[in-house]
Every structure is written in structure tokens, then in C-alpha cells.
């Protein structure tokens, strides 16, 4: 596993355990704003994570397929990346 898999499974781990936290918060019904704080803190961890996988695939699978001049399988890949990316920014 590369060092930037490890700083994205960290990320992971450290948002399911905000997420725990969160449900907690709901479920005792605390203040709203703190609640959304804490979800806001979760979601810039998925971001994070979400950018290092990007950065990762761009920099391994991407630039591989690209590399072997197959003009379908760059097709494939570039489709795949603007999939992505337009889910990310929705």
C-alpha cells in the first residue's frame, strides 16, 4: 500500500469514527450547529480523501493506460474521470 493510501485510509477511519460521534449527537439531541460543525468536519475529511484517491488513480492507472497509445482505453479512462469528477462537484 502506497504512503498516500495509508494518509486516505486514515482519513476514512477518522471520518467513520466523526460519523459515530455525530449519530450520537443526534440521537441526544444536541445542538443543531454543533452537529453541523462536526458533519462539515466529516465531509472535508471524505474531500480529502476523495482528492488523494484522484491524485493517486491520475498518477498510476490514468497515466499507464494513457501510456500504452490505446486510443479506446484513453477513452474509457477520460470518461471514467469525468464521471467522477461531476459526481465530486454536485
Given at each position: ?27 441526544a ?15 472535508g ?22 501510456e ?12 471514467e474521470?469525468l ?8
Amino acid at each position: 500500500m502506497t504512503p498516500q493510501k495509508i494518509k486516505t485510509l486514515i482519513n476514512f477511519r477518522k471520518t467513520k469514527s466523526l460519523m459515530e460521534k455525530i449519530i450520537k449527537m443526534v440521537e441526544a439531541d444536541e445542538y443543531c450547529i454543533n452537529i453541523m460543525q462536526q458533519n462539515l468536519a466529516a465531509i472535508g475529511l471524505l474531500r480529502s480523501a476523495h482528492e488523494m484517491l484522484m491524485e493517486g488513480h491520475l498518477n498510476s492507472c490514468f497515466k499507464s493506460d494513457f501510456e500504452t497509445k490505446n486510443s479506446k482505453k484513453q477513452k474509457e479512462m477520460t470518461e471514467e474521470i469525468l464521471k467522477v469528477t461531476k459526481l465530486f462537484n454536485k
